[in-house]
T-cell receptor, first 114, second 109 residues
Framework: EPEVTQTPSHQVTQMGQEVILRCVPI?????FYWYRQILGQKVEFLVS????????KSEIFDDQFSVERPDGSNFTLKIRSTKLEDSAMYFCASTRQGSQETQYFGPGTRLLVL | KNEVEQSPQNLTAQEGEFITINCSYSVGISALHWLQQHPGGGIVSLFM???GKKKHGRLIATINIQEKHSSLHITASHPRDSAVYICAVTRFGNEKLTFGTGTRLTIIP
């Protein structure tokens, strides 16, 4: 069964460093999402992406964040200058057609900023 | 106030018991989703529903649109059902999921 994959599974970085989290959505899916979950808290929406552009972003998704689909398969989340509070589990998800569809989640990347 | 509220926050039960987890929401929705988060952190979609009831194996999800309420039931619970169960909603014209805080379920053998 097709699945969403994410790399790396864990990343430790120093405050102020740039990180790139990578996702490979399911191949025929058109809508892509990033969510994050700070330890002990609920999952929060970061950004949605469709047709090579951001369709919606949350207030968390400030200028330090960017997303890109550099080729036909990868979907990346970049954090330019990490802060301690960026430590969280980051999930990528995808759907075939958008709303009213099941979202398929990747296994997550656990980011720790020291 | 959270748009999606779940109860209880934590639930411990004996193997074999019938489990009910509740979700209430305060906004108009296009669909309600039930998801399962395993101890390792991975999230799996269990159900998406916009009306009525769905069943998959021992899991049943119901929704009452008028009352803005949904329930997830597990029959003949088993220790492998131990996980965090999360309710989330999508709104019309908007694909993002808005999540509840989750219910941590522990089934004791």
């Amino acid at each position: 069964e097709p699945e969403v994959t994410q790399t790396p599974s864990h990343q430790v970085t120093q405050m102020g460093q740039e990180v790139i989290l990578r996702c490979v959505p399911i191949s025929n899916h058109l809508y892509f999402y990033w969510y994050r979950q700070i330890l002990g808290q609920k999952v929060e929406f970061l950004v949605s992406f469709y047709n090579n552009e951001i369709s919606e972003k949350s207030e968390i998704f400030d200028d330090q964040f960017s997303v890109e689909r550099p080729d036909g398969s990868n979907f990346t989340l970049k954090i330019r200058s990490t802060k301690l509070e960026d430590s969280a589990m980051y999930f990528c998800a995808s759907t075939r057609q958008g709303s009213q569809e099941t979202q398929y989640f990747g296994p997550g990347t656990r980011l720790l900023v020291l | 106030k959270n748009e999606v509220e779940q109860s209880p926050q934590n639930l411990t039960a004996q193997e074999g018991e019938f489990i009910t987890i509740n979700c209430s929401y305060s906004v108009g929705i296009s669909a309600l989703h039930w998801l399962q988060q395993h101890p390792g952190g991975g999230i799996v979609s269990l159900f998406m529903l916009s009306s009525g009831k769905k069943k998959h194996g021992r899991l049943i999800a119901t929704i009452n649109i008028q009352e803005k309420h949904s329930s997830l039931h597990i029959t003949a619970s088993h220790p492998r059902d131990s996980a965090v169960y999360i309710c989330a909603v999508t709104r019309f014209g908007n694909e993002k999921l808005t999540f509840g805080t989750g219910t941590r379920l522990t089934i004791i053998p």
